[in-house]
């Protein structure tokens, strides 16, 4: 798949863009502490469209697919970070604006898969096509970051970079500065991955404070956990990128053993990643979720 300039309507007054979906294999929790994650896109994707609306401002028709109740739990988010990517774009200034967004396309919207990201991804992208803003790919990422802040708070970016770039990327922030840095892994071979809907939608604005309550419990330990979650984020590195996916399995299980002792996993999710290990999957593990990977290239 491409990602560069993808989504170009051919019909004039309709604008198009897709933003895909992601998963996040190690370090998905931890990205804000310095820590590594790798994550990659997966081939499901929002679908965006704007044309000419009948009223003034702005209206939104959403037709994605959804774990039951989810849009409906993020709809006052979703309002909030369209209005910001508008705002961002300078378009919400234009005299006599009048706007329809419509979203589709087959990625499940719900927890942990990149939602928010693959939905700000394919607004960005259709209004960049519908208003010829001309933006480069950094530009529509960094738009995208934007409208995460009205689902997260906070983003790292990590889920709008593999939305909007695609592939497998190594992901690390630097703390200090808040500076992303992103290196595109080359596998020998495509990867088949199974992602498992818990049904649990949860709220990614409030995982600061909840880890903070976690480490608060005792410092020394969450700091070590830290650690070891850094050393298997390069040991899964290398095992990506010469093609050991048993050595992966093993290491993504060990990750949740620790997600687990750090109570940042699920018991539905516990329940489901022993249910694929005894269907003979080499490894499973929760992807951001927490009690209180084929390359799009």
């Known amino acids: 798949m491409t990602h560069s300039g ?7 007054g309709v604008g198009t863009g897709r933003g895909y979906g992601k998963t996040i294999l190690i370090g998905d929790m931890f990205v804000y502490l310095g820590i590594p994650a790798i994550v990659s896109a ?45 705002s961002w774009l300078r378009l919400s200034d234009r005299p006599g604006l009048k706007l329809e967004i419509e979203l589709g396309g087959d990625l499940v919207a ?29 530009e529509i990422n960094h738009a995208a970051w934007r409208g995460e802040f009205a689902y997260h708070n906070k983003p790292s ?3 709008n970079t593999a939305s909007c770039f695609g592939g497998i990327l190594v992901f690390r922030q630097d703390p200090s500065t808040e500076t992303n ?5 080359r596998l020998p071979e495509p990867v088949e991955a199974v992602l498992v809907n818990s049904g649990v939608t949860v709220d990614t604005a409030s995982k ?44 993504m299980n060990e990750n949740h ?8 996993s699920h018991p539905e999710i516990v329940h489901m990643a022993r249910a694929a290990a005894e269907d003979g999957a080499w490894g499973a593990k929760v992807c951001l979720l927490y009690t209180s990977p084929s390359p799009r290239d």
């Open 6 to 12: 993808e989504g170009r309507s051919a019909v004039a």
């Open 42 to 86: 997966i081939p499901q994707y929002t679908a965006a469209v704007v044309r000419e609306g009948r009223e003034h401002g702005w209206t939104v028709i959403d037709n994605r697919p959804e774990v039951p109740g989810y849009k409906e739990a993020k709809r006052d988010q979703q309002i909030r970070s369209i209005s910001d990517i508008l």
């Open 110 to 138: 719900g927890s942990g898969i990149g939602a928010s990201a693959a939905s700000c991804v394919a607004l960005v992208r259709a209004l960049d096509d519908e208003f010829a803003l001309g933006l480069s790919e950094d």
């Open 157 to 159: 970016g990590i889920d």
């Open 181 to 185: 840095h992103v290196e595109r892994l």
């Open 208 to 251: 600061r404070a909840h880890l903070a309550a976690v480490e608060g419990k005792d410092p020394q330990r969450f700091a070590s956990f830290l650690k070891l979650i850094a050393a298997q984020a390069a040991e899964m590195k290398e095992a990506l990128v010469r093609g050991d996916l048993r050595q992966v399995g093993e290491l």
């Open 257 to 264: 053993r620790l997600l687990i002792e750090m109570d940042l």
